[in-house]
């Protein structure tokens, strides 16, 4: 499993270096993610059906990381959610395609679709 703690080794790093609160990804640059012990990764590629927009997740070093692809158009969005305890919102980063801008809004409360 050494890549996988050299994987999360890397996201901790990126979440370090640059945590998000609504910032623009470009094309092919990662940015950091930070939901609570949650750390990952999001970047997107451009194809010819969309946007790929690729985020990958872990909880912790030795964690086998989980990665969310989706392809948005103009007006998409995509929520990747962590949950919580009982009781508490989901913790949530938006991922949006605005034109040809695509924007990352992280820490938001998913309480308005998961309670």
Same mark, same amino acid.
């Given at each position: ?22 910032? +623009? ?29 690729? /985020? ?6 030795? /964690? ?5 692809? /989706? ?14 305890? /009982? ?18 809004? +992280? ?9």
């Amino acid at each position: 499993m050494r890549v996988t703690a050299t994987l999360v080794s890397a996201l901790a790093g990126l979440c370090v270096a640059g945590s998000v609160q609504a910032s +623009e990804l470009t094309p092919l640059a990662g940015l950091g993610l930070k939901l609570g012990d949650v750390l990952g990764t999001a970047y997107y590629t451009v194809e010819k059906d969309g946007y790929q927009v690729v /985020a990958t997740i872990a909880t912790r070093e030795g /964690a086998t990381p989980v990665r969310f692809i /989706a392809t948005l158009l103009s007006g998409q969005k995509v929520h990747v959610s962590v949950p919580r305890a /009982a009781g508490q919102s989901a913790l949530i980063v938006e991922i949006e395609r605005i034109e040809d801008r695509v924007f990352v809004n +992280e820490g938001q409360r998913l309480s308005r679709i998961v309670d």
